[in-house]
């Protein structure tokens, strides 16, 4: 009998468990199971590691492309925001199936710490152009909100042959000029991976599946780098942050020729990879680029309905 009544106490005065987060609605159950663990794996974190109320959260918004667009720029700028906590590298989580395979669980260990009151972001331009990404992004959270930044298509190509290039210069091995690339029998090579990667419509359509258009902010990258504050002002009402970042937090750096940032009293700016000039190409090479790009352009502009300033 004296067991018995034991046994009653401790289940009267057990405490109940309360899950770490709400489960996303429309999820699947082995979905749940997995944020369920990802979550556990967050508070054994806290615990051991973190004992100022900080843990590691699953991102509540991706910025998810486009290569070259100016990603790391949207991500800097975005991170003088005190409520904004960002991962520092590109995780290639959804993309990466070697990644992927380890879970949810792994993703969570590769976000920052943050506070509850905190929105964590993290970047990874690959996702925009990748397939698989938009219906995995889905399963984890059907209403995250997605930052896509984006250039004018075709200097958007001509970026993306410039980091190449010089990734292989910096290792001291040849590299194809770019109209070697861009060209073939004298026609414009469509099968070119950075043509490919610009043409926006294809990849915005398979977001679309899988994500309404008001879950999808669209940078204009261009006017980003022509004068960032009001394009940031943007990126804050479209996350519901408060506004805190300011017109002084930017100042044009004649040096480099764009746009740096000062934070708290600091100046910093973008790594000297960024901005680099892009190569010398020929007039009618360039039309050639322009001319490609026109349909697939007013298509994009279609899907999404408004116009960029791009040939």
Known sequence: MAALLLGAVLLVTQPQLVPSRPAVSGMEPSQQELLRKAGTLRDDMQDSGATNGSAQQLPQTIIIGVRKGGTRALLEMLSLHPDVAAAENEVHFFDWEEHYSHGLGWYLS???????????????????????????????????????ILRDPSERVLSDYTQVFYNHMQKRKPYPSIEEFLLRDGRLNVDYKALNRSLYHVHMQNWLRFFPLRHIHIVDGDRLIRNPFPEIQKVERFLKLSPQINASNFYFNKTKGFYCLRDSGRDRCLHESKGRAHPQVEPKLLNKLHEYFHEPNKKFFELVGRTFDWH
Do not use: C, G
């Open 110 to 148: 590769q976000m920052p710490f943050s506070f509850p009151h905190q929105l964590t972001v993290e970047k990874t331009p690959a996702y925009f152009t990748s397939p698989k990404v938009p219906e995995r992004v889905h399963s984890m959270n059907p209403s995250i909100r997605l930052l896509l």
